[in-house]
């Protein structure tokens, strides 16, 4: 059995986003087509600091599904649990980039993604259960068979370290938001680390303000909660608190700024860092990725977010924006 450093499961797509920075979608005429999908995100951030990386996912059985495979191989991720599910196209994201702060994004993918397609009986949950972090998300509680699937690589993990709730709400996927609490509830009794902005964290536990909100999440037993907003990036534990504020950067795309922490995060944690300088690197990864175009391919190495942490002048061009 390989042993991974790193298992995400969850969403894979393409993103179809504008090479016109600034232009709305009814005036864009080319667009750069790049892997997407907040799963594989984490997975190729992660894969980007050396990391052993294995993606579990669906696509469809499709040409976009072949570029899938070939784009997580070309970023160091392992593809053997990434199964095509006939029938369900892989989807398709369309960006809106219009900085600093819109951002949408719409979504093809009818009548649902395949990774909602993901079975308990299709886990390799040995490899699930000695993975040195597995990150999942809040999307893939949304639906059966994926929400019994992850409950049964949680349940494989037994509230392992560094078994990681990535909160990802997304409201389109819910009947309501009371249904995904519930869902979420149920999650938290698994997790050790739990990550989200002050909406996702508002899904979870009801808390929206920072500290109430990590509070809140640890009393739930999570030993690591981490809150991502506007003032920048709160993580606790039973006996420390970090803030680190928003770094000023000029932002080109916030899309996958979010991902590019939590492989940060991954990074982390397995190299046992100090807390403090886990969420400085993580908030700096974040931060280099709104500055680029490219949601996978923009995430940074290492050597670049040690550089944004100790040369920034180079990158804070006016007008600067703080990117949390």
């Not at 700096?284 to 002048?313: C, F, H, I, Q």
């Amino acid at each position: 059995m390989t042993s991974f450093e790193v298992v995400s499961m969850g969403r894979v797509g393409v993103d179809l986003c504008p090479l016109q920075t600034g232009t709305r979608l009814p005036d864009v005429e080319t667009f750069g087509r790049f892997l997407g999908g907040s799963a594989a995100n984490v997975a190729v951030a992660a894969a980007r600091y050396g990391r052993r990386v294995a993606l579990v996912t669906r696509t469809g059985a499709d040409p976009f599904g072949e570029y899938v495979h070939r784009a997580l191989r070309d970023f160091g991720v392992d593809d053997r649990w990434v199964l095509p599910v006939a029938g369900l196209p892989t989807p398709v994201t369309f960006c809106e980039v219009l900085p600093p702060d819109t951002f949408p994004s719409y979504s093809y993918g009818c009548p649902r993604a395949p990774d909602l397609e993901i079975r308990p009986e299709e886990l390799d949950l040995p490899a699930i259960r000695t993975a040195g972090v597995f990150w999942f998300t809040g999307t893939g509680l949304c639906e059966l068979p994926s929400r019994d699937a992850h409950f049964a690589a949680l349940g494989a993990r037994g509230r392992a370290p560094n078994t990681v709730f990535d909160l990802d709400y997304r409201p389109g996927f819910w009947p309501s938001r009371d249904d995904a609490r519930a869902a979420y509830e149920s999650a938290l009794r698994y997790a050790t680390v739990a990550v989200g902005n002050l909406d996702e964290c508002a899904t979870a536990v009801g808390e929206r303000e920072p500290h109430a909100a990590a509070a809140a999440l640890l009393a739930r037993g999570v030993r690591l909660a981490v809150v991502r907003g506007p003032s920048g990036v709160l993580a606790r534990t039973a006996d420390e608190v970090v803030e680190v504020p928003p770094v000023p950067i000029e932002v080109r795309n916030r899309l996958g700024a979010g991902d590019a922490f939590g492989g940060a995060l991954c990074h982390g944690l397995l190299a046992g860092w100090p807390l403090d300088r886990t969420i400085r690197f993580g908030n700096a990864a974040g931060a280099l990725v709104a500055s680029r175009l490219g949601g996978s391919a923009a995430m940074p190495t290492g050597a670049e977010v040690d550089k944004l942490l100790t040369e920034p002048p180079d990158l804070l061009a006016e007008p600067r924006h703080p990117v949390g």
